[in-house]
């Protein structure tokens, strides 16, 4: 079994270790399974086209299977990149924020081995497998071998203030097409899940939207919006990148077989 990083550390210094370990990872991963993918476009040396069409699935939509990495680890740590104010926090949630930054985030959840949700899921460097079909588009995550489906079937998002829904990590997604794009809607959040490492909060009234583009084999954009009435006063936006790794495919990824991490937790 390779070695893997553990997937989060608590403090900055400590995850952007791990971001370039990311890197790593990433460029052995194109060696894990030495075996090409079948039916995909190739340049005259043999690689992956990654400039090639976008593939579509037998009734014309886009195709979005394939096996991705985030392109800006950065948006893992930090959402909100160089302009945190901008995030419309309501009081107690900044607070919460401003108390996971003074404790250097050792409550994460990662910490524990504990999942990530949406949206700090998608920015995480340990890439992820779509597999499309018309009625169902599944992930497979490697960081925690979990996955996630979002339902293509017509069914509408549940109501969560019911006793009979069950909360979870990872929500409970359903899409739409308006016309190339993938309308993701997922609700359902347990709120235990931080939204970045950072610790941008989210609660159970987390509602995210997500819209997926792919221009070409290779790029896969989404615009994220935040929509959560209990942690912000309003809905507010940004924007992630995943870039295909040809040839490559996923690996077991259990971070309870080494797991360090919680007895260094300890804060400030």
Sequence with gaps: MRFVAPLFRATIVAAMFFLLAGTAHAQFLDEWVNYRWKDVPRTADGKVNLNAPTPKTA???????????????????????????????????RELYQQRIDTNGKDHPGAFCLPSGIPEKLSIPDGLKVIQTP????????????????????RKLPKIDTDDFQPSWMGYSVGRWEGDTLVVETVGSNGKAWLDMRGLPGTEALHVTE?????????V??????????????????KVTWN???????????C???????PH????
């Design 211 to 219: 819209r997926y583009t792919r221009p070409n084999l290779g790029i």
């Design 244 to 254: 295909l790794r040809g040839d490559a495919e996923l690996i077991e990824s259990i």
């Design 256 to 262: 309870e077989e080494n797991s360090k991490d919680a």
């Design 135 to 154: 009625n169902v588009i599944v992930f497979l995550y490697e960081s925690r071998t979990i996955y996630r489906q979002v339902f293509l079937d017509g």
């Design 59 to 93: 009734d014309g939509k886009p195709d979005f299977s394939g096996f991705y990495m985030p392109r800006d680890f950065s948006k893992l740590i930090n959402i909100a990149g160089n302009k945190p104010e901008d995030i419309p926090l309501l009081p107690a949630a």
């Design 221 to 238: 954009n989404i615009d994220v919006t935040i929509d959560d009435p209990k942690a912000y006063s309003k809905p507010w936006s940004f």
């Design 265 to 268: 937790m300890v804060g400030k």
